[in-house]
């Protein structure tokens, strides 16, 4: 069964303190690794997708990694805005659905 | 219109009772998924369309739920008698085509069953 396992659960974060938030998972073949924001009250907002293991993918602040079982979102010198959940999702080569994981709470201190 | 809009945003209902839970996407996308996202929870599949055509639904969580698009653009998803476990934030999200990467979802309906 296709299954995301996103850590740590929530993560405390110094402006300018660059860390990283883990995406594991297990899918029958993968079609696509994706990150999303999500904001308090809204919708996911997509960020990257990521199709390969080696692929990397940068946007600003973020950069996402992937490998066979993994994926990483570096967070360089963060920002008070960029707190939000992170959501990893994976979607497979048989079917429609993507699986999202339970997200990873940023919150970044001025 | 610029984004995936939802409709109410905000829903309660008594125990019991039915609800219809609106979402208009993107002008000319093919694809439209529904969700279920519990508070502190990742979204979690429902049921996916491909214009008109209901290719998946295995998410649905009993045969209380109900989905359709008719005619291939605005989707109504339908729960009948409502119960507490149906307490949720419901989301919608559209994308181009089913190969197509990136999905854009609308800010979702808050379901409350009292």
């Known amino acids: 069964e296709d299954q995301v396992t996103q850590s740590p659960e929530a993560l405390r974060l110094q402006e300018g303190e660059s860390s990283s938030l883990n995406c594991s998972y297990t899918v029958s073949g993968l079609r696509g690794l994706f990150w999303y924001r999500q904001d308090p009250g809204k919708g996911p907002e997509f960020l990257f997708t990521l199709y390969s293991a080696g692929e990397e993918k940068e946007k600003e602040r973020l950069k996402a990694t992937l490998t066979k079982k993994e994926s990483f979102l570096h967070i360089t010198a963060p920002k008070p805005e960029d707190s939000a959940t992170y959501l990893c999702a994976v979607r497979n080569t048989g079917g429609f659905k993507t699986i999202f994981g339970a997200g990873t709470r940023l919150f970044v201190k001025a | 219109g610029a984004g995936v809009s939802q409709s109410p945003r905000y829903k309660v209902a008594k125990r019991g009772q039915d609800v219809a839970l609106r979402c208009d996407p993107i002008s000319g996308h093919v694809s439209l998924f529904w969700y279920q996202q519990a508070l502190g929870q990742g979204p979690e599949f429902l049921t996916y369309?491909?214009?008109?055509?209901?290719?998946?639904k295995s998410g649905l969580p009993s045969d209380r739920f109900f989905a359709e698009r008719p005619e291939g653009s605005v989707s109504t998803l339908k729960i009948q008698r409502t119960q507490q476990e149906d307490s949720a934030v419901y989301l919608c999200?559209?994308?181009?085509?089913?190969?197509?990467?990136?999905?854009?979802f609308g800010q979702g309906t808050r379901l409350t069953v009292v």
């Open positions: 999200a559209s994308r181009t085509t089913d190969g197509g990467t990136e999905a854009f």
């Open positions: 369309f491909q214009n008109e055509a209901q290719l998946d």
